[in-house]
């Protein structure tokens, strides 16, 4: 699963959950802790992994950021995927959007993204498993230049 250079925004929690759920059989995702207790909440997978504990590699880099974030920081922390790139962007904020008068918004930060262990995604982002940096400023997605892609074939090939 590619979610490098995926900067979701504002996750779509519920979409988030599914997609993580999807590869996991029980257990935490991720939490919210805020300074209200209403905005404390804890997401669970529910019984079943769909794709029956099938090899799975994640790869992330510095622009994985929100809801990739939650995505492979759930699945390490479950030791469900092997996470392969470089740290993640660490934007782990939940944000409400007040609208202002003028017709113009302000983003508030209400609460924070925690993982299963504990950890919070905000600035510090999820570290890979297994380091794998972008060779040079040529680099393009699924080509031969792809050293993440190539390095994770590699690994599911044995």
């Known amino acids: 699963m590619a979610i490098s250079g ?7 929690i519920v ?9 996991l059989s029980e257990g ?5 802790r805020g300074r209200k207790s209403k905005e404390n909440r804890r997401f669970f997978a529910r019984k079943g992994d769909r794709v029956n504990g099938k090899p799975l590699i994640v ?14 920081g759930a699945l390490k922390d479950h030791k469900r995927a092997i996470i392969l790139g470089s740290k ?10 007040i609208p202002l008068k003028n017709k113009g918004a302000i983003r508030l930060t209400v609460a ?3 993982l299963p262990s504990g950890k919070s995604i905000s600035e510090v ?9 972008e060779q040079d400023e040529e680099f393009k997605i699924k080509t031969e230049t792809d050293n993440q892609l190539n390095y994770a074939i590699k690994l599911l090939n044995g």
Do not use: C, M, R
């Open 125 to 133: 982002g999820v570290s890979p498993d297994i380091e794998i940096s």
């Open 15 to 23: 979409l988030t959950i599914n997609v993580t759920d999807f590869f």
């Open 28 to 32: 935490e995702i991720v939490s919210t």
């Open 6 to 12: 995926h900067l979701w925004g504002i996750p779509d």
């Open 59 to 72: 790869l992330i880099n510095n622009g994985s950021a929100s809801a990739s974030e939650i995505v492979a």
């Open 112 to 114: 924070k993204y925690y």
């Open 88 to 97: 993640t962007y660490g934007k782990g904020s939940v944000q409400s959007i």
